[in-house]
C-alpha cells in the first residue's frame, strides 16, 4: 500500500473564511483533535498575518506531539523570519512558503516576469532551509501556469532545498483530466522529482476539488491538502473525509491514510460548531442525511440488506447509528453520551450548566437533536460575555403595532428600553440600539433551521459594521427573534473589546 500523507489547512484556508474566526484555545481544541483524527501535518496558522495567528502557532506547536506543525509564509524574508520564531516549540517544523507562478499572477499580481518570479522562489526557499530541513514550496495559481514553466520553478526548488512542492489550483479552474495531466507532467519532466514530495492543493469554485485531488493522486503526488467539512476561502477546499472515506472504500487503488475514519464525524461537529458554520444536510459523509433514506424502495432495499444503498457503515466514520434519543427525561449521562459522539467532553461543573439549558430547550421540544445539543455547547460560552440579554418581551401580529422591550445585563449594570419597529426583529433591535448607542449598521442577516419542524432551533447569523470595521455574530433559539438579538449581542460584544 502506498501511504498518502494528509496535510490539514483547516486552521489557516478554513479559518479565513468570514465569521469563522476561532480564538486560540479554540483552535489548540481543533488541533488536539486533528491530531487524534490522524492527521499528519497541521497548518496552523500565518504568523506574519496578525499577532493573534502568531500567537495561535506557538500555542499549537506546544499543544500537539506528533503531527508536523506547519506555518505558511510568503517568499519573503521577514515572513520567513517569523514563521520560524512562531514555530519554536514545534516537535516537528515545516515551513511553507511560495510564490504566484501564473502569468495571470506574475504579470498582474506582482508585475514581474517569469524571470525573476523563479529567483524569488529558489531565494526564499534556501533562505527557509536555513532555519528548517522541512521546506514546502506552493507555485499559487499552478492551475492556471504554463506546464512547462511550471516544471522549471518545481525542479529549481527541489534543487534549492523544498521537500515538499505544492502544486494549487488556487481558483478551483482545473477539470479533473487536466490536474492529472499537469501532476504526471510533471512527475515525468521534473529532474529530481524523486527526492521531494508532489502535493494537491484544490479549491472547489466548480465543485470539482474532491475529484482534482484523488486525479492528482492517481498521478503521483502523495501529499494532500484538505480541511475539515471542506471549508475555505470562497467554495471552499477539499473536503478531507472525502478523501479518506474515498481511500477507504476504494482499497483497490492501494493506497492508504493515517486517519481513525471512526473519528471524522466527532470532529466535523466540532468545527461546524466553533466556527457557526452548519453542514449542508447533503454534505457527502457528514451531513445529517449523508445516511438517510426517504424513498420507499430505498427503505425497503436497506431493511432487506444495508449494502443495497449504503457503500459505508455509519460507525467507520463515528456516526452512532443506534443513538440515544435526547428528551425532557434524558439525564446528565445521556446528554453527556451525545456531546462526546459530538466530540465535545466537558467537565461535571460545565455539564451541569449546559445541562439546565438543555432542559429548557427539551420543555419546549419533542426531540433534542445533536445540532441543538452542539449548538447548546455553543451557546454556553455566552456566559463570559459582557453584554447579555436578561429579557425579551415582544408584542406583533396583524393589525397591531411591533413593539419590543428589553433588558441587557452589562457587566453586572441593568438597562431596559423600548421601540416600535417595522415587525418584531426591527423592533427589538431598535429597542437594544436606545441601549447601545454605538453608530452600527445591519449589513447582512441570515436566518436558517437547524432542522425541520415547528418546535425546532433556528440560527442567525448576523454582520454588523461598527467603526469601520465588520463583526459577525450568531444566536440560536427556538424563538426567532431572541435568536436575533443575540446574534446582534454577539457581534457587540466582539467590537466591544477594542473600545
Not at 519554536?88 to 518570479?117: L, M, P, V
Not at 455509519?314 to 440515544?324: A, Y
Request: charged share 25%.
Amino acid at each position: 500500500m502506498d501511504r498518502l500523507y494528509i496535510f490539514d489547512t483547516t486552521l489557516r484556508d478554513g479559518e479565513q473564511v468570514p465569521g469563522c474566526q476561532l480564538n486560540t484555545v479554540e483552535k489548540i481544541q481543533v488541533a488536539k483533535a486533528l491530531e487524534l483524527l490522524g492527521v499528519d501535518v497541521i497548518e496552523a496558522g500565518f504568523p506574519v498575518s496578525s499577532p493573534g495567528d502568531f500567537n495561535s502557532v506557538i500555542e499549537i506547536s506546544k499543544a500537539v506531539t506528533w503531527p508536523v506543525i506547519c506555518a505558511l509564509t510568503r517568499a519573503v524574508e521577514k515572513d520567513i523570519d517569523i514563521a520560524f520564531e512562531a514555530l519554536k516549540y514545534a516537535k516537528h517544523k515545516r515551513i511553507h512558503t511560495g510564490i504566484g507562478t501564473s502569468d495571470e499572477h506574475i504579470q498582474f499580481k506582482f508585475n514581474s516576469t517569469r524571470e525573476r518570479i523563479l529567483e524569488q522562489a529558489v531565494e526564499a526557499t534556501r533562505y527557509a532551509k536555513r532555519y528548517v530541513d522541512d521546506v514546502e514550496f506552493y507555485c499559487e495559481d499552478a492551475g492556471r501556469t504554463d506546464n512547462a514553466y511550471l516544471a522549471q520553478v518545481v525542479e529549481a526548488v527541489i534543487k534549492a532545498g523544498a521537500t515538499v512542492v505544492n502544486i494549487p489550483d488556487t481558483t478551483g479552474y482545473c477539470l479533473p483530466q487536466e490536474y492529472y495531466d499537469k501532476i504526471k507532467y510533471l512527475m515525468e519532466h521534473v529532474d529530481g522529482i524523486d527526492r521531494a514530495i508532489i502535493s494537491t492543493h484544490c479549491h472547489n469554485d466548480l465543485g470539482m476539488a474532491t475529484a482534482n485531488t484523488l486525479n492528482g493522486v492517481m498521478a503521483g503526488a502523495r501529499q494532500v491538502e484538505v480541511t475539515i467539512n471542506g471549508i475555505g476561502e470562497r467554495a471552499g477546499n477539499t473536503s478531507l473525509e472525502e478523501i479518506a472515506m474515498i481511500l477507504k472504500c476504494h482499497k483497490g487503488l492501494g493506497i492508504e491514510t493515517n486517519i481513525n475514519t471512526t473519528k471524522i464525524y466527532p470532529t466535523s461537529r466540532m468545527v461546524s460548531s466553533l466556527m457557526n458554520m452548519p453542514v449542508q444536510p447533503n454534505k457527502a459523509i457528514v451531513g445529517r442525511n449523508a445516511f438517510a433514506h426517504s424513498s420507499g424502495i430505498h427503505q425497503d432495499g436497506v431493511l432487506k440488506n444495508v449494502h443495497t444503498y449504503e457503500i459505508m457503515d455509519p460507525k467507520d466514520v463515528g456516526i452512532d447509528d443506534n443513538s440515544i434519543v435526547l428528551t425532557a427525561r434524558s439525564g446528565r449521562a445521556a446528554l453527556k453520551h451525545r456531546l462526546h459522539v459530538n466530540g465535545v467532553d466537558l467537565e461535571e461543573e460545565k455539564l451541569d450548566s449546559i445541562y439546565e439549558k438543555f432542559l429548557k430547550l427539551a420543555d419546549l421540544k419533542k426531540e433534542v437533536t445533536d445540532a441543538d445539543v452542539m449548538m447548546l455547547a455553543g451557546a454556553d460560552t455566552a456566559d463570559q460575555h459582557a453584554v447579555k440579554l436578561d429579557f425579551l418581551q415582544v408584542t406583533s401580529g396583524k393589525g397591531v403595532r411591533n413593539v419590543a422591550s428589553i433588558g441587557l445585563d452589562i457587566s453586572g449594570q441593568k438597562f431596559e428600553a423600548a421601540a416600535s419597529g417595522n415587525g418584531p426583529v426591527d423592533a427589538a433591535i431598535k429597542a437594544l440600539k436606545k441601549i447601545i448607542m454605538k453608530q452600527m449598521t445591519l449589513k447582512e442577516f441570515t436566518i436558517q433551521a437547524i432542522s425541520k419542524g415547528s418546535d425546532d432551533v433556528g440560527k442567525v447569523h448576523m454582520q454588523v459594521e461598527y467603526d469601520g470595521a465588520l463583526y459577525y455574530g450568531f444566536g440560536a433559539n427556538t424563538d426567532i427573534v431572541t435568536a436575533s438579538v443575540e446574534a446582534y449581542i454577539d457581534c457587540i460584544n466582539k467590537f466591544k473589546k477594542e473600545d
